[in-house]
């Protein structure tokens, strides 16, 4: 290959890497995100238990118990 050749593969290659890099980076930015679930409101695992009124009726009727 001569020169001009050379240059002129060198430059179609560049091209053609700028081309498939914008494509790239146009379709990353159209990309969405998913939506982030809002935080939790209510306590987890036992602490949620815990503050069920059923737990407070149990707690009182095991104490009533221990009373007698």
Do not use: I, N, Q
């Not at 998913?34 to 009182?60: I, K, N, Q, V």
Request: overall charge positive.
């Amino acid at each position: 290959m001569d020169g001009e050749d050379r240059r002129s593969e060198r430059l179609r290659s560049f091209m053609y890497g700028a081309l498939l890099g914008a494509s790239a980076a146009v379709a990353a930015a159209r990309r969405r995100r998913p939506m982030r679930e809002p935080s939790r409101t209510t306590p987890a695992g036992l602490a949620a238990f815990e503050d069920a009124p059923c737990y407070g009726e149990t707690l009182a009727k095991e104490a009533e118990a221990e009373r007698r």
